[in-house]
């Protein structure tokens, strides 16, 4: 419902055309490869493929298009992992429809568009954690054993304590659990 009433709204601004709708991650990348818009507009969680994912991809593949990200999350370490994967515009769902539309006439032109809101926090450093430590705490999140993650990610249990303690250190972190909720709200997972 929501999906239709965005492309409803942008499809009644001069200037813009909605040429596909995705419902997930996946079919939105298939879809940007296909249509080659000027602009992806996309959430950051969805089923699939992240806006995130789709983003490295999309600047991975050296792709024309830009991202726009629309969503909840107005965490500092949502925005500078969106900016880091190359996103060129980062808007909250409460906006006005008038600003998404000035947003997507921004993009398309190559400026950058951050929500007022946010532009503050766009300086706040970036998350202390490697990439393999947020791997492996995302894994810990959904509740899965040192052995699981190993064989989920080709290391041994050893390697994965190791990844869990030094997450925690980062975060100042008792456990791994309260490491993922740390790094859960501050939008580095």
Request: hydrophobic share 45%.
């Amino acid at each position: 419902m929501v999906l239709g009433a965005l492309a409803a709204l942008l499809a009644l601004e001069s200037g813009i055309s909605v040429i596909g709708k995705a419902s997930d991650g996946r079919e939105a990348w298939t879809l940007v490869q296909q249509l080659k818009p000027d602009v992806l507009i996309s959430d950051i969680e969805m089923p699939g493929l992240t806006g995130l994912d789709l983003a490295e991809r999309i600047l991975g593949a050296r792709l024309p298009c830009r991202v726009l990200i629309v969503t909840t999350f107005g965490r500092p370490g949502y925005l500078r992992r969106a900016l880091d994967a190359g996103v060129t515009g980062y808007l909250l769902k409460d906006q006005p429809s008038e600003q998404l539309a000035a947003a997507v006439h921004k993009v398309s032109l190559g400026q950058r568009v951050i929500a007022p809101e946010l532009a503050e926090i766009a300086w706040v450093p970036a998350s202390p954690l490697s990439e393999r430590e947020r791997a492996v705490l995302r894994l810990a999140e959904e509740g899965r054993s040192n052995k699981e993650i190993a064989d989920s990610l080709g290391l041994s249990p050893g390697t994965v304590r190791n990844y869990l303690h030094e997450a925690a250190q980062k975060l100042d972190a008792v456990n791994r659990v309260e490491a993922t909720r740390i790094a859960r709200a501050n939008g580095w997972l």
